[in-house]
Every structure is written in structure tokens, then in C-alpha cells.
């Protein structure tokens, strides 16, 4: 078994928030103008631009899973330093291209190096596992949800702000943040994989598919990847769908589908910053997981159901406990892998995730229409309802994985 790490600077770990913040920040800032910019290229054709936008985000998830592996591997054999800072400067470029970009196809170049650049944010959760103790990963990891949180709820506000003075003047702002990243991390960042702890690079390490066969030999980390990816296909219902979903069912104007977004951003943050550690600390790593999963189950279930606008902000609280799983999930994993292979795990991940959000545009759009064709089937919120079944079937396969004996004398327990 690796030696326990020791506990790292706070500054270091202060600016891995960051710079998960600011990653976060930086891609939510460019959100709200995005679109605008393409149906500014397209002459104001609102269905070229639609199907613009499509090629944009297909391109940007492919890419993203395509590379996550290698990035993960990367830094396993280079240390997560480098890789955090060249990624943070990249990106920094990368936005003032598409700052300067004067068509569309430059357009889509730039998303496309974002989309590379985007894969490194495995590092991170990387770099935690490598300076946390095992009884102190999940309330880190629940830190870094609060850091997602937080960069996406005041992302998109200051892109809609920015975007009104001039369509380009997001993408200049997510570059200055991502530079300025770089250079607070070449001054504060040490280094957080020694070099006896490092693997080497093989091509096969690089592959998000060879990654997963690498995992598979481990019945917890493969078992927790299967409940990782039915939870990151259940996760994407709410941004597919909820906007079109109130409209429909609700009437709801932008104000207030608006206020109910921030309402989701805020109470994730919250929970993942203030409860993750003490429920895990109350009740161990894997009755958190079960914790998480239940009200994820629960939190979706009410989605589809709520017969009021009330119930929908009911459904916000309930489901905001769901990101307990991940933190604990993450936890778990981590203390499987041996230390020169977390950056292949966080990569495999990374890519899992990706996968994922290759599939549910057309999962979740086609079950949604579906649904307003057949108003006599009365399941318009069928999507929350598939994502409800997805979230509740990972909890027997938990239930399986983490009942495995060579499983059960390594996980967290409360009191350990």
C-alpha cells in the first residue's frame, strides 16, 4: 500500500479551487455569447446556426473524450504541474483566437483546441489524490464541486453582461482569467507526484477505451465506473431540458427559469462545500454514496412530477444532495489506484463523462419530443423520469460493488 501523502501547501490547494474555478468561470463566461457569435456568422439564419451550434458542441465533447485519457497518462509520467499550468496558458490563446476568429471555421478550430485544452481538467482531481489523505479525499473533492458550482453560476451572468457591450468581449475576459491562472500557478503550484511515484507514457495509457480495460481488472473500480456513467447520463437532463420542459408545462419566462438555474448552482455549491465532508465523516464513504444516489433517485423523480412551480424548487433542494455521490464515489476510487495511476483514472473518467455527453442531446431531445407528440401518454417530464431510472438502477449495482469482500476491508467507515 503508497504511503500516505503529506499534507500539502494551503496555497497549493487554495489554487487548485481556483483554477477549477476559473476553468469553470472561463467556460461559462463564453455560454450565453456563443451562440450569438455563430448566428452573427450566419447572417442571422437561425437554423444554419442551430445546426452550427450542434457541429460545435460534437466536436468540442468528442475531442474532449478523445484526449482526456492521454492528458490523465500525461501527467502520471510528467507530473501535474506542467500539465496544469500549460493547459491554463492554451487556453488563454485559444480564446483570444476565437476572439479574433473571422469565420466560422476558424470558429470551430478554436472550439475544438478548447475542446483538447477542456480534457485537462482530470489533473486536478488528480493532483487531490495525490496531497489528501484517504479519510480527508471526499470533503476535497466535495470543495472542487463547489468550484464547478460557483464558476457556472457567475460564468454565464458575466458573459450575458459582457456580451451585451460587445459580442467578442467574453472571450477576451475568459482569456485574461485563464493567463492570469497561469501566472499565480507558476508562483504558488508545487508539484504534487514525485518522481518515484510517476509511470511511464504508453500509447495504450493514452486510449479511453484501453484506460477502461486497465480499470476493469478491479471489481470496485469498474463497478463505481459503471454507477459514475449511468449518473453522468442522468446528470445532462436538466441542461437539455428544463428550459423547453417549464415553458411547456409551467409557462415559465426567462426571469424565472433564470432564477431557478442560479437556484441550482447555488444549492449544489452549498452542499458541496459545507455538507460532503461532515455527512461523510457522520456516516462513511459508501452509506454516502447510497446517501447521494437516493436523493439524486428522489431529486429527478420530483421533477417529473412536481404539479406546480413550488414542487420544482422542491425538486432543486431535494436533488442538490445528490452531488454527495460523486465526492464520495471519487474518494473510493482513488484509494484503489495505486498513486502513478491516478491521472489515468481522473483521465478515464474525464472521457466517460465526455462519452456520455455524446449521447444524451439526442437521448434526452428524443424522449422530451417524444413525450409533447403523445399528450395523451400525460409524461411530459418523461426525461426526468428516464433519469430518475437511470440514477436508481446504479444503486444495486453500488450495492454489488461495494459489498465485494476485497472491496469491504478497504473503503471508508465512519469512525476510520
Same mark, same amino acid.
Given at each position: ?88 496558458? $492554451?487556453?488563454? *490563446? ?6 479574433? =476568429?473571422?469565420? &466560422?471555421? +476558424?470558429? !470551430? %478550430? /478554436?472550439? #475544438? ?92 495509457? $493514452?486510449?479511453? *477505451? ?6 476493469? =481488472?478491479?471489481? &470496485?473500480? +469498474?463497478? !463505481? %465506473? /459503471?454507477? #459514475? ?188
Amino acid at each position: 500500500m503508497s504511503q500516505v501523502p503529506k499534507p500539502p501547501r494551503t496555497a497549493a490547494l487554495a489554487f487548485i479551487f481556483v483554477t477549477v474555478a476559473l476553468d469553470m468561470l472561463a467556460f461559462g463566461v463564453v455560454i450565453p455569447v456563443l451562440p450569438r457569435l455563430i448566428l452573427e456568422f450566419r447572417g442571422g439564419d437561425t437554423a444554419s446556426a442551430a445546426w452550427w451550434q450542434a457541429l460545435f458542441g460534437t466536436v468540442f465533447a468528442a475531442l474532449q473524450f478523445a484526449c482526456a485519457s492521454a492528458i490523465g497518462a500525461l501527467s502520471d509520467r510528467f507530473g501535474r504541474r506542467p500539465v496544469i499550468l500549460l493547459s491554463s496558458v $492554451a487556453l488563454a *490563446l485559444d480564446y483570444v483566437l476565437i476572439a479574433l =476568429a473571422p469565420d &466560422l471555421w +476558424w470558429l !470551430l %478550430v /478554436g472550439r #475544438a483546441i478548447a475542446g483538447v485544452c477542456s480534457a485537462s481538467i482530470s489533473v486536478p482531481n488528480a493532483y487531490i489524490a495525490d496531497a489528501t489523505p484517504p479519510e480527508r479525499r471526499a470533503a476535497s473533492y466535495g470543495i472542487i464541486g463547489a468550484a464547478f458550482g460557483l464558476g457556472f453560476i457567475l460564468g454565464p451572468a458575466l458573459g450575458g453582461v459582457a456580451g451585451e457591450v460587445d459580442t467578442r468581449l467574453p472571450f477576451w475576459i475568459a482569456a485574461g482569467l485563464s493567463l492570469a491562472n497561469f501566472a499565480w500557478g507558476l508562483l504558488v503550484l508545487p508539484e504534487s507526484l514525485p518522481p518515484e511515484r510517476r509511470a511511464a507514457f504508453e500509447l495504450r495509457h $493514452a486510449n479511453p *477505451l484501453g484506460v477502461l480495460r486497465m480499470l476493469r =481488472a478491479q471489481p &470496485l473500480v +469498474w463497478g !463505481l %465506473v /459503471g454507477v #459514475a456513467a449511468l449518473n453522468y447520463l442522468a446528470h445532462d437532463s436538466l441542461p437539455h431540458i428544463f428550459v423547453l420542459y417549464t415553458h411547456l408545462r409551467y409557462a415559465w419566462d426567462s426571469q424565472t427559469v433564470g432564477l431557478a438555474l442560479a437556484a441550482v448552482g447555488v444549492t449544489s455549491m452549498l452542499v458541496s462545500a459545507l455538507l460532503v465532508g461532515r455527512i461523510v465523516r457522520l456516516v462513511g464513504e459508501v452509506r454516502a454514496l447510497f446517501f447521494g444516489l437516493g436523493t439524486g433517485t428522489l431529486g429527478f423523480a420530483l421533477y417529473a412530477w412536481a404539479p406546480s412551480t413550488g414542487w420544482i424548487f422542491v425538486a432543486i433542494a431535494v436533488g442538490s444532495l445528490w452531488s454527495v455521490w460523486g465526492a464520495a464515489a471519487q474518494s473510493l476510487l482513488t484509494q484503489q489506484v495505486d498513486p502513478s495511476q491516478q491521472g489515468r483514472l481522473q483521465g478515464a473518467l474525464a472521457a466517460l463523462r465526455s462519452g456520455c455527453q455524446m449521447l444524451t442531446p439526442v437521448m434526452f431531445n428524443g424522449v422530451f419530443a417524444l413525450a409533447v407528440e403523445r399528450p395523451e401518454w400525460g409524461v411530459p417530464g418523461a426525461p426526468f423520469w428516464l433519469s430518475a431510472l437511470l440514477v436508481g438502477a446504479s444503486l444495486p449495482l453500488a450495492a454489488r460493488v461495494t459489498g465485494h469482500g476485497a472491496a469491504r476491508a478497504s473503503v471508508s467507515e465512519p469512525g476510520r
